[in-house]
């Protein structure tokens, strides 16, 4: 399978999942900025995980960049990653709706977490298929960020049990990791497929 139609895929994926998540904000009855107010805590949520899901788009492109080859095993390892994304909108709705208590809030860092995990499969499933000179081997190096994530996840998830505040903390100073310009992999490929 040529590496465009598993990109074309999980873009499309990706972009249905924005959009049930931007669906999730329902108009409020009423024509005034207060009827806004209740809606601040689902915008936030829809915010934080706008920026999740660009960020895993994002890079998700860029690994697929430095792919040569698909393999069954990367389409079974985008799948699971395309899986736990497609969870990002309920578990967005239902922090939002609850204002960001325990229980959805520890969710919604579950998902965080399992997502990193399934990314990090993915690239690792990639790396094998390339072999040892894999261009993505070169670029990721020691990962710190990948290493991390899942860290900072594990532990908005305790914290949501003394503070659900204090893991929506973590969960934005994660995604700032995330937001600084990552160019380990544009670095490794040839310009001209950059």
């Known amino acids: 399978m040529p590496k465009g139609r598993l990109e074309a895929f999980s ?3 990706i972009a249905i999942i924005i959009t049930i998540m931007v669906l999730e904000m329902k108009v409020p009855h009423g024509d005034r900025l207060q009827d806004l107010m209740p809606l601040l805590p689902v915008f936030l949520s829809y915010a934080l995980s706008f920026v999740y899901v660009g960020i895993y788009w994002n890079n998700h492109h860029h690994m697929l960049h430095a792919c040569s080859v698909v393999t069954g095993g990367m389409l079974w390892a985008n799948l699971h990653l395309l899986f736990w994304l497609s969870l990002f909108p309920f578990a967005t709705g239902w922090m939002g709706e609850n204002h960001f208590t325990a229980a959805p809030t520890m969710l919604y860092g579950l998902v965080l977490l399992m997502a ?6 993915l690239q690792q499933t990639i790396i094998r298929a390339q ?8 670029a990721v190096g020691s990962d710190w960020k990948g290493k991390l994530s899942p860290v900072l996840y594990l532990v908005a998830i305790v914290a949501t049990l003394r503070s659900p505040w204090i893991a929506q903390a973590v969960y934005v100073a994660a995604a700032l990791i995330w937001l600084i310009p990552d160019r380990r992999i544009e ?5 001209n497929e950059g």
């Open 116 to 121: 990193a995990i399934a990314y990090y499969l």
């Open 11 to 13: 873009d499309g994926v």
């Open 131 to 138: 072999g040892e000179d894999s261009i993505l081997k070169k």
């Open 187 to 191: 670095n490794v490929l040839p310009r």
